[in-house]
């Protein structure tokens, strides 16, 4: 290995892995530099290093960096945004990896978890954190695909119709035309505390005397 490549590694690791000491001796961990992130793409397949150049493009250096992913936290409108070096296969509406990762704080019904899933397997619902996440190849599909299942939650439309519209965006997209649905977030915020820790059904022992 060359020694500038050498370099730029271990830049990487003391970047994305080393612990600072603060003052009061308290750990801080060090934010990977864009420059460094960028190396640890270097070998990753085609579609996970475009969604990686797009997303430092847009929001910067990562906050944290491993072999396998790059993470942005609170990267608005997003709550989290991965790149993973391998994606998961998924064929609808055309065959493609799903490499990046998205999630808003976003809670779904649970009685339209099944109807978001039958639109699209990748759009993931979290009922414990009241959030919706979307995977797929680059942002404006997951802005497509959080758009269609905030229309299936408030009525707009039914799941074979929202995988209607996102095959005709998809077409729009392919020859170059952004459809409405795909340039930004339309959904409002919610209020109030989304997360749902569910009920314990196992209580604990009471303590013995």
């Known amino acids: 290995m060359p020694s500038t490549k050498r370099t730029s590694l271990c830049l990487f690791v003391l970047a994305g892995l080393a612990l600072t000491h603060g003052p009061t ?64 296969e998924h064929d609808f509406p055309a065959q493609h990896r799903d490499v990046l990762e998205q999630t808003i704080v976003y809670k779904v019904p649970l009685n339209l978890y099944n109807a978001i899933a ?52 998809a077409l729009d997209l392919a020859a170059g035309k952004t459809p409405e649905a795909a340039r930004a977030l339309t959904l409002q915020p919610q209020q109030g505390d989304l997360t749902d820790p569910d009920t314990g059904m196992i209580l604990p022992e009471k303590a013995k005397p």
């Open 118 to 169: 039958t639109y699209n397997g990748s759009v993931i619902p979290d009922r414990t954190r009241g959030t919706i996440t979307s995977f797929g190849d680059n942002e404006v599909t997951n802005i497509l695909s959080i758009n269609l299942a905030v229309g299936i939650v408030r009525g707009q439309m039914s799941a074979e119709q929202a995988r209607k519209a996102h095959v005709a965006a």
């Open 25 to 88: 001796g308290a750990a801080e961990p060090r934010h990977p530099t864009a420059e460094a992130s960028s190396d640890v793409t270097q070998g990753w397949p085609e579609a996970s290093r475009t969604a990686a150049e797009a997303m430092r493009a847009k929001y910067g250096a990562p906050q944290e960096a491993t072999a396998t992913m790059l993470i942005w936290r609170d990267n608005a409108p997003w709550a989290r945004t991965i790149v993973h070096k391998t994606g998961a």
